[in-house]
Nanobody, 125 residues
Framework: VQLVESGGGSVQDGGSLRLSCAAS????????MSWVRQYPGKEREGVAS???????KYATSVKGRFTISRDGAKNTVYLQMNNLKPEDTAMYHC????????????????????WGQGTQVTVSS
């Protein structure tokens, strides 16, 4: 499956952005999806994930501020980001893998085998 992210940009501290990840095929029932971010010169970090059962998981640093959701009709996954902070500045990538079972979708980067190119998010103080 091919993944294309959009929606990144520059906002001020406390602002909001909604990222979109458009998939090239039907994902709603077949794929676990995730958003991952990469800081310059550092490892990627799992941010949020969702599976076909609707189960979600969030990194501690974004809980209560970010929400992952899916639109089956559009084959799109979203990441609504509220109350953004400068430390959220990163390249955000969408990732996917065919659903392997389980109620809680993994945040582990090793789980996913399809990746998008990313969209840059910059938060200024």
């Amino acid at each position: 499956v091919q993944l294309v992210e959009s929606g990144g940009g520059s906002v001020q501290d406390g602002g909001s952005l909604r990222l979109s990840c458009a998939a090239s095929k039907w994902i709603y029932e077949d794929y676990t999806m995730s958003w991952v971010r990469q800081y310059p010169g550092k490892e990627r970090e799992g941010v949020a994930s969702v599976n076909p059962l609707g189960g979600t998981k969030y990194a501690t640093s974004v809980k209560g501020r970010f929400t992952i959701s899916r639109d089956g009709a559009k084959n799109t996954v979203y990441l609504q980001m509220n109350n953004l902070k400068p430390e959220d500045t990163a390249m955000y990538h969408c990732a996917a893998r065919t659903y392997q079972g389980g109620s809680i979708p993994p945040l582990s980067l090793d789980y996913y085998d399809n990746w998008g190119q990313g969209t840059q998010v910059t938060v200024s103080s």
